[in-house]
């Protein structure tokens, strides 16, 4: 069974830190990787998406991919207190995605 | 990016009632559809997917028959608890993916339907 592994958390920064979120996954064959961002009692929302090994950055946000590994991630630099949410990595499995259970980031001012 | 519009909001019904979700991409072509499930401070746990013109394809554990799925058309599935229970109180989420290109491969999810059974 593929799954997605997320650290529940809290993580707890100050305001202006990076925030570090981390995922693993079982499925070596995944090729495409997501961070979607949720707010409690809403639906996620994409913030990044990323398919190559390395790094891929998008303003504040910086996505991390060791497919060797199996390991992605993702950094929040200058973290504000409205980066406070559930962030969830997700894998595609065939056209679905899978989700991890999320890690609820606080960033205290 | 694109739409996906999902209806009701927020439901409440009664014990043994039936309940109708729908989900709509708004500007574009959605051939596949995905219904997912999400209780307090748990991860999205996906139901099943609905193939436009075509059965429904449910995860392991989801009863078919409780849980139909209709999708008519390539903008419109729907999803309808039948006999609904209090343990079928949770937040229903509908996604939809557009038909090839880079879009194929990233979710656009609707806004979410809180269903309480009472």
């Known amino acids: 069974q593929k799954e997605v592994e997320q650290n529940s958390g809290p993580l707890s920064v100050p305001e202006g830190a990076i925030a570090s979120l981390n995922c693993t996954y079982s499925?070596?064959?995944?090729?495409?990787f997501f961070w979607y961002r949720q707010y409690s009692g809403k639906s996620p929302e994409l913030i990044m998406s990323?398919?190559?090994?390395g790094d891929k950055e998008d303003g504040r946000f910086t996505a991390q991919l060791n497919k060797a590994s199996q390991y992605v991630s993702l950094l929040i630099r200058d973290s504000q207190p409205s980066d406070s949410a559930t962030y969830l990595c997700?894998?595609?499995?065939?056209?679905?995605?899978?989700f991890g259970k999320g890690t609820t980031l606080s960033v205290s001012s | 990016g694109a739409v996906v519009s999902q209806h009701p909001s927020w439901v409440i019904c009664k014990s043994g009632t039936s309940v109708k979700i729908e989900c709509r991409s708004l500007?574009?072509?959605?051939?596949?559809m995905f219904w997912y499930r999400q209780f307090p401070k748990q991860s999205l746990m996906l139901m099943a997917t609905?193939?436009?013109?075509?059965?429904?394809?449910?995860e392991q554990g989801v009863e078919k028959d409780k849980f139909l799925i209709n999708h008519a058309s390539l903008t419109l599935s729907t999803l309808t608890v039948t006999s609904a229970h209090p343990e079928d109180s949770s937040f229903y989420i509908c996604?939809?993916?557009?038909?090839?290109?880079?879009?194929?491969?990233?979710?656009?999810f609707g806004q979410g339907t809180r269903l309480t059974v009472v």
């Open positions: 990323i398919y190559s090994n």
């Open positions: 499925d070596r064959v995944s090729q495409s």
């Open positions: 996604s939809a993916g557009r038909t090839g290109g880079f879009l194929n491969t990233e979710a656009f």
């Open positions: 500007d574009f072509q959605a051939t596949t």
């Open positions: 997700a894998v595609r499995a065939g056209t679905a995605l899978i």
């Open positions: 609905s193939n436009e013109g075509s059965k429904a394809t449910y």
